[in-house]
């Protein structure tokens, strides 16, 4: 029995869509091999599927774009010719809006205004003013933006210094040590103390006085002030 009529119309289920569309175009694609090998015809055929996959076939020794060619002589029209002059009226309008907006630059840095009518020169004016405006408008919210960061950086270095004294002032004990010290009649031993940090404010001077008396005036390699290391 042969095969049932197929009716002819969109098949809505999508895999079944997709399969019928493989199988078709292969038996396209075979039909337009055959027809080249047979006929000694050119055959060109374009295809894009449902999801926009796309699939092609030419002849032997030509390709897509000689078939176009071809296709162009035979019919006499050009295919882009359309696209062409919608490219070159792209281009022309694009080519105004550059030289528009070169001439206005020109304008705004006081160059090219000797064609400008009163009215234009009064808006130009105008712009500008308002131009300026918001440039000094950034400029003085950059400038406390910066100000108000070094604030912040100042305040903190003063409170880390802050910290970094009393941390010194918590660690450090009193020093002890000697230093050569001539005084009058003589080099006697000086001991002195230096207290709070080794300034010279609080360092005390004691004179060391051996307790044998064969040992007065003698010297101990030099008197020693005792002072902060």
């Known amino acids: 029995m042969g095969r049932g009529k197929i009716e002819i119309k969109r098949i809505e289920n999508a895999t079944n869509r997709q399969v019928t569309y493989s199988k078709r175009r292969s038996g396209i694609m075979k039909k337009a091999r055959e027809l080249t090998v047979l006929c000694d015809a050119q055959v060109a055929i374009i295809m894009f ?4 996959k796309y699939h092609e076939f030419c002849s032997t020794g030509t390709d897509i774009k000689g078939i176009f060619d071809r296709y162009q002589q035979a ?3 050009s295919l882009w010719i359309e ?13 105004d809006i550059n030289r528009n907006l070169r001439t206005e630059i020109r304008q705004r840095m006081g160059e090219d205004l000797d064609a400008l009518e009163f009215e234009e020169l009064r808006d130009l004016e105008q712009n500008v003013d308002a131009a300026l405006k918001e440039v000094r408008q950034r400029k003085y919210h950059v400038i406390t933006t910066q100000t108000e960061t070094y604030k912040k950086k100042v305040k903190h270095s003063q409170e880390a210094y802050k910290n970094l004294q009393q ?20 080099w006697d031993g000086v001991a002195a103390v230096a207290m709070g940090g080794g300034l010279a404010a609080d360092m005390y001077a004691f004179r060391v006085v051996p307790s044998q008396p064969n040992l007065h005036g003698m010297a101990y390699g030099g008197s020693h002030d005792l002072r902060l290391g």
């Open 49 to 52: 599927s449902s999801t926009g």
């Open 75 to 77: 019919i006499g029209t």
């Open 83 to 95: 696209q062409y002059e919608n490219m070159q009226r792209t281009l022309s309008h694009l080519k």
């Open 167 to 186: 941390e010194l002032g918590m660690r450090e004990d009193p020093a002890y040590g000697f230093v050569d010290n001539p005084v009058a009649g003589g």
